[in-house]
């Protein structure tokens, strides 16, 4: 999506993305340029699952156990993190950069503008009972999305009146839900992610001109599927494509592939 966007030659003046959105957000913040995209691009073709969430049984066991909160050592998303990043500091990026977390006590939505963007991105993609939370201040800060997936509520505060929104989607193509507690949490987190994107369309329509990217339908893989990396970038780059020349970026509201939705061949009907 972002690939295309450049090379239709959209100009941005700020990034704002949770969760996995902020390390998207973030790289291209520091990156914003063709090349940047596709080395971002290549570092997510680079990624297997075991690279972001590393299970292992007597580690889930332990942490059972010893109740202690999450399911999954953040080693392996800090060595993720600090791989994909180019800068050290938030105010470090080209286009100024804010990253969304939710305040773990309280469910706020906790805009971090300046400061360690490892540390931030690490809090940001926190997803709640998989991750541990992460100390910023006096904060316990957690997943971004549990409180704004897409922050156009914050775009909005910051003075936005044109947003480009790149949304994940969802699986609407797969024939049953994800098995194992990791890939159920991000699924899950995911649904809600996307119905809560269509909630803060319609509540913002009238502040902002939204214009939200559609994303890939049918999709019929798991975002805990990291096999199919390449065919999915290629397939939202001709999407995206297609997308703009059909006047996307004219247009608001909500695309239909936003929408809750299924396919019927995907569930034997």
């Known amino acids: 999506m972002l690939k295309a966007l450049v090379e239709a030659g ?6 704002i993305g949770a969760s996995v959105g902020a390390i998207n957000g ?40 010893n109740r202690r909160g999450f399911l999954l050592q953040a080693t392996a998303l800090e060595r993720l993190v600090a791989r994909a990043l180019p800068v050290d500091r938030i105010e470090d990026t080209v286009l100024p950069l804010h990253i969304v977390t939710t305040n773990l006590l309280t469910g706020a939505e906790e805009l971090l503008s300046s400061g360690s963007a490892e540390q931030a991105l690490l809090a940001s993609a926190a997803i709640p009972l998989v991750f541990p939370c992460v100390r910023i201040g006096e904060k316990l800060l957690i997943d971004g999305g549990v409180a704004s997936n897409t922050p156009i509520a914050s775009a909005v505060d910051l003075g936005a009146r044109r947003i480009v929104v790149v949304p994940t989607g969802f699986g609407c193509a797969c024939p049953e839900p994800p098995a ?24 913002y329509t009238e502040r902002a001109d939204i214009h939200v990217v559609a994303p890939l339908c049918p999709l019929g893989i798991s975002v805990f599927d990291f096999s199919q990396t390449d065919a999915l970038l290629q397939r939202a780059h001709e999407q995206t494509c297609a997308w703009i020349k059909d006047g996307g970026l004219l247009r608001s509201g909500v695309p239909d592939s936003l929408q809750a939705h299924t396919h019927p061949s995907a569930h034997g009907h």
């Open 180 to 203: 194992g507690l990791v890939a159920l949490a991000l699924h899950t987190l995911n649904l809600m992610s996307m119905r809560q994107l269509v909630r803060d369309i319609e509540l």
């Open 10 to 15: 959209v100009n941005f003046d700020l990034v």
């Open 26 to 65: 973030a790289y291209f913040a520091a990156r914003p340029t063709a090349q940047g995209v596709e080395e971002l691009a290549d570092f997510w073709r680079g990624l297997r699952k075991g690279d972001v969430f590393p299970l292992s049984l007597l580690d889930t066991l332990g942490a059972l156990i």
